[in-house]
């Protein structure tokens, strides 16, 4: 599975913002996805997952604010960013891993995307 991610941008705080994350090849309709995070001088942290079924994972930092969905019909998925916050600023990336279930480490995720940049500024 190829994954592409795009949407990032630069956003006020209290904006929103909706990350999109494109896949090629038939392994997508079966995989869970993610979205994790790596921030300038930080380790990549996990923000959510969905698996095949739509049943979604968040992150504390995440919940009520984000939301993660996915199409597969289109192979997309999507995180819709609410009431972003400064410390939302980092390069968003799309990862997948061939199993039903969800998980937050990244280590569990054998596919990448590119990532996104998201700048939310005070």
């Known amino acids: 599975v190829q994954l592409q991610a795009c949407g990032g941008g630069l956003v006020q705080a209290g904006g929103s913002l909706r990350l999109s994350c494109t896949a090629s090849g038939r392994a997508f309709s079966s995989a869970t996805m993610a979205w994790f995070r790596q921030a300038p001088g930080k380790e990549r942290e996990f923000v959510a997952a969905?698996?095949?079924?739509?049943?979604?994972y968040y992150a504390d930092s995440a919940k009520g604010r984000f939301a993660i969905s996915r199409d597969n019909a289109k192979r997309l998925v999507f995180l819709q960013m609410n009431s972003l916050k400064p410390d939302d600023t980092a390069v968003y990336y799309c990862a997948g891993r061939p199993n039903l279930f969800n998980s937050a480490r990244s280590v569990d995720y054998a596919y990448w995307g590119q990532g996104t940049e998201v700048t939310v500024s005070s």
């Open positions: 969905i698996n095949r079924s739509g049943s979604s």
